[in-house]
């Protein structure tokens, strides 16, 4: 049986697009979106508009999927030929050792090895430590800058975690390099594959695959600014704590429990979030039951999305967020479950079918 989801998240997640970068995830954003919309349009900090005309008058919806992934940019080519790393979006330098990255070099991608010092030579209280950024480096096999160079290499090159995606032992279970947020992006180009089907939803649905949502939600509110919508939800990952490493109470979120409706966020570093208002959170909710999608609640101190910059756009824009549980989250590794996109799919058509809210 063809599994779309699964074929969608192969091809988002393989794709690199670190924010600022992300033009080879708006192809394929728009190889998939084009064909299902009646309007496609792009601004120029790279965010893409795919528009679905509904009934005249209808309200606008607005749906919103950041296309960036975190990652890392060429900050100084050694004399040895290592290169250094200047970190994009929020990263834990644990996650780091030992993984491979690809450089986006002129030439096509260049693959390198982070390295630290070995275990051998390292004292107990470094030992104890996590190694910072500043201190490794990427190992591309040159001995000096000149070969280095001579691979197409620059400072100012982007670079990602180099990893194929993959279905882990036959589960739902998808584990991806990228899956924050191609998993949002998946489940916004299947929720406007099947608008179609839904012949009572009468709304006008543009689907906006934003940019630059991991270096402070950049792209997403001048995205709402030029929408308008009467009512926008962002689609993104969100941290579930069901397993050993943390205490579920903090994070009480399942993976494989279903699609999250976001209370509200705040990531206090930041300053940045969102507090739904009720009457919208409410409609998610009605929306869930009516599509009989068993959701979570869910109320995160330590994040934010998109939500939270495109309430704020303009002259303020009424704004929620429907989550899709994620593990091991900002790290190469990341997990997400199929079911719990595909219920999200289902909440979003169900809920648009509640448009107009009032
Ligand atoms: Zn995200």
Redesign the pocket.
């Known amino acids: 049986m063809a599994d779309r989801m699964l074929d969608l998240m192969l091809k988002l997640d393989a794709a690199r697009g670190i924010s600022g970068y992300e033009e080879a995830v708006a192809e394929l954003m728009h190889a998939e979106l084009a064909p299902l919309s009646d309007e496609q349009t792009s601004d120029p900090l790279g965010n893409h508009y795919f528009t679905k005309r509904g009934a005249k008058g209808a309200p606008v919806l607005m749906l919103c999927a950041?296309m960036d992934e975190i990652g890392f940019l060429v900050q100084h080519i050694e004399d040895e030929g290592f290169v250094r790393l200047a970190g994009v979006g929020y990263h834990d330098d644990r996650m780091l050792t030992d993984q491979v990255l690809e450089v986006e070099g002129a030439d096509g991608p260049v693959i390198g090895v982070v390295g630290t010092k070995p275990a051998h030579v390292i004292s107990a209280e470094e030992a104890g430590k996590a190694i910072p950024l500043r201190e490794m480096f990427l190992d591309l096999g040159t001995s000096d800058r000149a070969a280095t160079e001579a691979l197409g290499v620059r400072v100012g090159d982007p670079v990602t975690f180099s990893r194929t995606g993959m279905q882990l032992n036959g589960t739902r279970v998808f584990t991806g390099k990228s899956v924050?947020?191609r998993a949002?992006c998946a489940v916004m180009i299947e929720t406007m594959r099947r608008l179609s089907e839904r012949k009572k939803i009468k709304a006008t649905v543009v689907a906006v695959a934003s940019v630059m949502?991991?270096v402070g939600l950049r792209g997403a509110g001048p995205a709402a600014f030029r929408v308008q919508p009467d009512v926008a939800i962002a689609l993104?990952?969100t941290l579930a704590g069901d397993t050993p490493a943390t205490e579920f109470r903090q994070l009480p979120i399942k993976l494989g429990g279903g699609p999250a409706i976001k209370y509200f966020d705040w990531a206090p570093a930041a300053l940045i979030g969102s507090a739904v208002p009720r009457r919208l959170t409410r409609r998610l909710e009605e929306a869930a039951e009516k599509a009989k999608v068993p959701f979570q609640r869910e109320v995160l101190i330590g994040g934010a999305?998109d939500a939270g910059s495109i309430a704020l756009a303009g002259a303020g824009t009424l704004t929620g967020c429907v989550s899709i549980p994620s593990r091991h989250i900002h790290s190469a590794v990341g997990v997400v479950h199929l079911g719990d996109m595909e219920q999200c799919v289902d909440l979003l058509l169900s809920f648009a079918e509640l448009l107009p809210l009032e």
């Open positions: 950041h924050d947020d949002g949502e991991e993104d990952v999305t």
